[in-house]
């Protein structure tokens, strides 16, 4: 039986990460001025920062404790959500990025509003405020909770939850995204560091091949499953999944803010890059550990209890500390995107919209007084989280309701001129309907094929809503992806050395990536 406690030691290592990490937030205060430097970093990240702090900000508590519960549950498809991502990115670098920094946006929601209406704009700022508090901010504060009450399990989960999110809000209040993007670097590395040596002293204690294959079928060792399979069938690789990685990647505020920030274009298609290469090795590090728990700990009662098992069954006591430490920093990267992501969402879209003659200094305190709002109310759900089957399930069945809609837009709004603002803001609202309809159904559906029939549904309704109204502003045009900019970008990139070409790169990302997943096809 695991033996769950910490050691002197263990808790020394911890408490001075926990002091270094927060004292980084006090510091970069210091140098935070204007609502440009406080959301979004003066505009002045390189790409490994850009980069280290997708990949933290991505790979959270719940991805840690989702993806290797899940392995151990099901198999590796799940990985199918990983890999996906190299291509998303790369879609989102070629299509969405340069529209976004020429903009120079704040938010996603701005881009709405510029290439259609306030209206879409409101809509799509209060459901991802919503799907981030509800999600990702709960999310990281569930699976963070689930770890500490095994070291701690007199006490209740609420509580645990509102220390987690006291600690990740102390930092991101009075720091911003810089502060953000400072820590998630440190913490990217401790999350590679950490995953890597769990899953080499898993595989080491598991022994061989044969043990793994014994308890293990070639389905479960497959990323495709067949049509009838409940948790990944191979139909929803290609009807679903593309359209929660575009919301995932290209429209949330959540993920994009980091790219919003980068110094130029090149910094920032370099920084999704590696964020895209960083995804590849997850497979290895953090869904296989998942598959060598079948031998280790065969009668575990729940998935999600896999990696913490492993860190206090494994580690030695220091090192204990050092991979718990890799945990927090999971939870800290998750939590401190999704409170500054809502922040600049609430100051940004909402009260510098109502209020435009409001000062830096007062918009800076409206995003730190939104952040421990959001905080609060993360905290209060995430023990809400414990209904659901698992935490992976619960966190992408949710995004497939919510998603659709706005990808539908952002979809259509960059790559079809036609698409005015009435057309915009029906489809989102029908969306929306359409939503909570099939939520409250009595249908048995995958949510990977829920995705894709509200995703045609809000198309539909925009293009037919679109056509019957007047044509959008020719200004719009200028937001629209045309053959001629691919063209100009051509021409631009024939002087650039190829391996500074931001399309070779891409290129062998993606190679690298089609190698990996063809042997586990």
Not at 39 to 58: D, M, Q, Y
Not at 150 to 172: E, H, K, R
Not at 175 to 183: C, Q
Not at 473 to 488: G, M
Request: proline content about 5%.
């Amino acid at each position: 039986m695991t033996s769950f406690t910490l050691d002197v030691i263990d808790v020394v290592v911890i408490g001075l990460y926990l002091l270094v990490i927060i004292g980084i937030g006090f510091w970069v205060s210091r140098r935070t001025d204007t609502e440009e430097d406080y959301f979004l970093a003066g505009r002045s990240l390189t790409w490994p920062l850009i980069g280290l702090s997708l990949f933290a900000s991505n790979v959270s508590s719940s991805t840690l404790i989702g993806l290797a519960g899940d392995a151990y549950t099901t198999g590796i498809a799940v990985f199918n959500y990983e890999w996906f991502a190299v291509v998303v990115l790369i879609f989102f670098i070629v299509f969405f990025l340069p529209f976004y920094l020429r903009t120079k946006i704040y938010t996603l929601p701005e881009f709405l509003e510029r290439r259609f209406d306030q209206r879409s704009r409101f809509y799509m700022s209060g459901i991802t405020i919503t799907g981030n508090v509800l999600l990702e901010t709960a999310g990281a504060l569930y699976a963070g909770g689930i770890v500490v009450q095994l070291v701690l399990p007199n006490v209740p989960l609420w509580q645990i939850t509102s220390v987690l999110a006291l600690l990740a809000g102390a930092y991101t209040i009075t720091g911003g995204l810089k502060a953000v993007v400072y820590t998630d670097a440190i913490q990217a590395v401790l999350l590679i560091f950490g995953s890597t040596l769990i899953a080499w002293l898993a595989w080491d204690k598991v022994g061989s091949w044969d043990a793994v294959r014994a308890v293990t079928t070639d389905r479960e060792l497959s990323l495709i499953q067949p049509l009838d399979d409940p948790s990944l069938p191979w139909l929803g690789l290609i009807t679903g999944l593309p359209l929660l990685g575009i919301y995932f990647w290209c429209s949330n505020q959540y993920m994009v803010q980091r790219t919003l920030a980068a110094k130029n274009l090149d910094e920032g298609r370099r920084g999704a890059l590696l964020a895209g290469l960083l995804k590849i090795p997850v497979l290895f590090i953090m869904v296989f550990p998942g598959i060598f728990a079948r031998v280790l700990y065969p009668d575990l009662p729940k998935g999600d209890l896999v990696y913490p098992t492993m860190i206090f069954d494994l580690l030695p006591v220091g090192i204990r500390g050092l991979i718990l430490i890799a945990l927090i920093a999971a939870i800290m990267s998750s939590l401190d995107s999704t409170l500054n992501a809502v922040s600049t969402l609430v100051t940004m879209d909402w009260v510098k919209k109502l209020k435009p003659n409001l000062s830096s200094r007062k918009l800076v305190m409206t995003g730190r007084i939104a952040t421990g709002v959001v905080m609060i109310l993360g905290a209060m759900w995430a023990p809400q989280i414990a209904r659901f089957p698992s935490l992976w399930q619960y966190l992408q069945g949710v995004l497939a309701y919510i998603t659709p809609p706005v990808v539908a837009c952002f979809i259509l709004g960059i790559f079809w001129p036609r698409a005015n603002g009435s057309g915009s803001f029906a489809g989102l609202m029908t969306g929306f309907i359409a939503a909570i309809i099939l939520l409250f159904a009595p249908i048995d559906l995958h949510f990977l094929y829920i995705a894709p029939l509200l995703f045609l549904l809000c198309c539909g309704v925009i293009v037919g809503v679109s056509l019957a109204t007047d044509p959008p502003d020719e200004s719009t045009r200028d937001l629209v992806w045309s053959a001629d900019l691919f063209r100009e970008e051509s021409v631009a990139l024939s002087s650039v050395p190829w391996y500074l070409n931001y399309r070779y790169q891409s290129a062998g990302v993606l190679a690298i990536t089609l190698v990996v997943v063809g042997f586990f096809l």
